[in-house]
């Protein structure tokens, strides 16, 4: 049996010389180009201005309808560019048929939504869907989102979010990849791919949004919208690396952060967003602000008027103002007395009406909005299985004491416990679209639908997600004393999560500890089934439970993908795309660290250490069990000594040595032993997924071209030095067989 190695092909090519090379969202149209030239010669001031004014749909007090008169009325002025927050095809139909038929240029709008994973179909958070390593898997998942959310007339998804985040402290990593560039990059050209299809003018294709641009998820203290202070190596080598991909997957559009980057808020960033964004990568497609980031350009300190706030914003290279009001409002007059150049306001609106072209809308304004399509697209049979299959796939196995898992169906007494044994809500996770609880099947829900008609489930909730409230932990310990096996469902809130929702503390909240040692004290076998939007620290919960399964929020179909990992109808595969602390002390804690000139030693007491907790984190990034094992054996790295141009092949055997079927990612990584700039201790460079049966073997291999084992010099110019580099490759970034070989100059 053969490993499979798309992944891996896919992301051994041409991901290091994302810090320098050009890609392009559109190839140049001339037909379109005619067309927008055409356009713009014929717009007022106003118009233009109008082309850039994103505005969210407020609600009319009819049910179904999501704008004002008002709104409308801007509508027909060629004051709105793009609606946000406005969804259904009967409701996006009526909105542009009013673009489209009463103003005066007949320009049609862009409707836009946060459809982060899935839209009526809620898949789990990015961050689950990171674990299962498997972009083409991911790719499918926003190719369904698509479907969904363009048979309800949106255009456009505020999505793929692809910040590096190695600090769980910040709420909005659940919507991300993870801590590392590697992984993060192969995620986010997935999504890109998914949401846009082969074509800008399939009625299924989703315009991208990589967003936040750049480096929100290094935030200090993981606190939302806070400063960001790094070196622009790091800016580049980690935090833009993602976005590049994106770009160079065809994104067509950008979103920039709310944060400041080494003093300069993003939405004011012409170094970010015309140097690099389209002077070194080529970008064509369009940049829209977050959520007002044009206007709180003033509460940083840089603007001092609304209207500086749009000049700086304009100038720097924000094409699209989103829910402000000043590109058309203050911009009009600054723009009319040639405060800012008529060509950067056209070159915008320029970008802008090439993206609605390349869509077709001009031709085809009522794409998607079609009812009929609506109906049948939504949370369909095949839209189920493929949300179920990924929650599966994205359910981490932590632990595994006494082989516990899968437990068996059949004739026992199981009892569901915990605030989200029988949640709905919760399941769906932040930024969940337009799911809806009623669709949501629940753990126990899911727990009953596989058993065995012998067997007898209990339930009790036992506390609250959060607060001092005890509720009834008496009643659950007494249904915990009369089962075999306790399932205890414990974890966040949803709303504890994403966007505003930064934590100091990464214990699970509430009283669900106390419940857990209640239920614990009892002797009986417990599996821990964790649903969160971020790393916890666990060190109590791993001495207190037998088994722990990390299921995140894992969407609709939360329930039966749980109840597939327990039973053992899936023998879970995904590994962590980000590390879990010992505690908040240690943050930020990711395997690619540098080691410093102490590194840690246990013999010598002047090194790089904490006192009271070790530097490791509690499970590591890339670290994953199974209900069978597997063994690597056999490294090899041919040649020994290659050239800067040449390819270094890795092959190593993997082995199952276990008793049941299984799949292992296969993960490669490298580290520079001597370079003139410090280097990790550890950078993946390539994974492969291989399923096994029991007993059998398979070779995999890793081609690595020397090319990739470069950084930026000290000049901030890309380039590989000659030297030993080591190669480790393993089943997490911890446990792994080591190798070594030479770049040289020939």
């Known amino acids: 049996m053969t490993a499979r190695t798309g992944t891996t092909a896919f992301l051994l090519l041409g991901f290091a010389l994302a810090l320098s090379s050009t890609g392009t969202v559109l190839a140049a149209d001339p037909t379109i180009e005619r067309r927008v030239d055409s356009l713009l010669q014929q717009m007022t001031l106003t118009e233009k201005l109008g082309q850039l004014n994103q505005i969210a749909g407020e609600g009319s007090g009819v049910p179904g309808q999501r704008t004002t008169s008002a709104q409308l009325d801007l509508v027909r002025r060629g004051n709105v560019g793009s609606f946000l927050n406005v969804v259904g095809a009967a409701e996006t139909r009526r909105i542009q048929r009013v673009a489209v038929e009463e103003s005066r240029l007949h320009i049609p709008l862009l409707f836009g939504l946060d459809v982060i994973h899935g839209y009526r179909t809620t898949f789990p958070i990015p961050l689950a869907e990171a674990s299962t390593w498997d972009p083409a898997l991911i790719e499918g998942a926003a190719r369904i989102a698509a479907t969904e959310a363009t048979a309800s007339g949106i255009h456009w998804t505020f999505a793929p979010m692809v910040d590096i985040a190695r600090d769980p402290r910040w709420g909005r990593i659940a919507e991300g990849s993870g801590e590392d560039p590697f992984l993060g990059s192969a995620m986010a050209a997935a999504r890109v791919r998914g949401f846009q299809g082969k074509r800008l003018d399939d009625p299924a294709s989703l315009l991208a949004c990589a967003k936040h641009f750049a480096a929100y998820g290094a935030a200090e203290g993981g606190r939302d919208y806070n400063t960001v202070d790094l070196s622009e190596r790091t800016v580049r080598e980690v935090y833009l690396a993602p976005f590049h991909a994106a770009v160079q997957a065809g994104a067509a559009t950008l979103m920039c952060s709310f944060n400041e980057i080494n003093g300069v808020p993003s939405s004011a960033n012409r170094w970010l967003l015309t140097d690099v964004l389209r002077g070194e990568w080529g970008f064509e497609g369009f940049v829209v602000s977050d959520w007002n980031s044009i206007g709180e350009l003033q509460a940083h300190g840089v603007a001092a008027t609304r209207t500086d706030a749009g000049i700086l914003g304009l100038e720097s290279g924000v094409d699209m103002d989103m829910m402000s009001g000043i590109y058309a409002g203050e911009m009009v007059q600054a723009a009319a007395a040639g405060r800012v150049a008529t060509r950067t306001v056209d070159d915008a609106v320029r970008r802008v009406l090439r993206m609605k072209f390349a869509m077709g809308l001009f031709d085809n304004p009522y794409r998607g909005c079609d009812t009929v399509r609506e109906q049948s697209a939504l949370l369909s049979r095949d839209n189920l299985r493929a949300t179920r299959d990924v929650a599966a796939r994205s359910i981490v196995l932590l632990q595994n004491r006494g082989n516990l898992l899968p437990l068996p169906k059949d004739n026992r007494t199981l009892a569901v416990i915990g605030p989200l044994g029988d949640d709905r809500q919760e399941l769906l996770g932040p930024w969940a679209a337009e799911g809806r609880p009623g669709d949501v099947v ?37 249904a915990a004393r009369d089962a075999d096996v306790v399932v205890l469902v414990l974890g966040e809130a949803a709303e504890m999560s994403g966007e505003a929702a930064s934590r100091s503390v990464l214990d699970l909240p509430g009283k669900q500890k106390d419940l857990l040692q209640a239920i614990h004290l009892l002797g009986k076998p417990v599996v821990l089934v964790l649903m969160n939007g971020r790393p916890l620290t666990l060190v109590a919960e791993t001495e207190s439970a037998d088994a722990i399964l990390e299921a995140w929020f894992p969407g609709v179909q939360g329930g039966n993908a749980v109840a597939d990992v327990l039973f053992g109808a899936v023998n879970p595969g995904a590994k962590l795309p980000v590390s879990f602390p010992r505690s908040v002390g240690q943050l930020p804690v990711y395997y690619g660290r540098k080691n410093t000139g102490r590194p840690f030693s246990a013999e010598d007491h002047y090194t790089s250490k904490y006192l009271d907790v070790p530097n490791t984190p509690l499970f590591p990034f890339g670290f994953g069990l199974s209900y069978t094992t597997f063994a690597y054996s056999g490294l090899k790295v041919e040649p020994p000594v290659v050239a800067p141009d040449g390819v270094v092949k890795v092959t190593v055997t993997v082995s199952n040595t276990g008793k049941r079927a299984g799949t292992e990612v296969a993960q490669l990584y490298v580290c520079d032993d001597v370079a003139s700039i410090t280097r990790p201790v550890k950078e993946l460079k390539g994974f492969s997924t291989i399923a096994l049966r029991p007993g059998e073997s398979t070779p995999v291999e890793f081609l690595i071209p020397a090319r990739e084992l470069g950084f930026l010099d000290g000049t901030m110019h890309y380039g590989v030095e000659p030297g030993t580099f080591h190669v480790f490759v393993g089943g997490n970034s911890v446990d792994c067989l080591q190798e070594q070989f030479e770049v040289v100059r020939r």
């Open 442 to 478: 629940t753990v126990l829900e899911g727990i009953k639908n596989q058993v065995s008609p012998g067997s007898h489930i209990l339930h009790a909730t036992g506390c609250r997600i959060t607060g001092d409230s005890l509720l009834d932990i008496a009643g659950a310990v007494r």
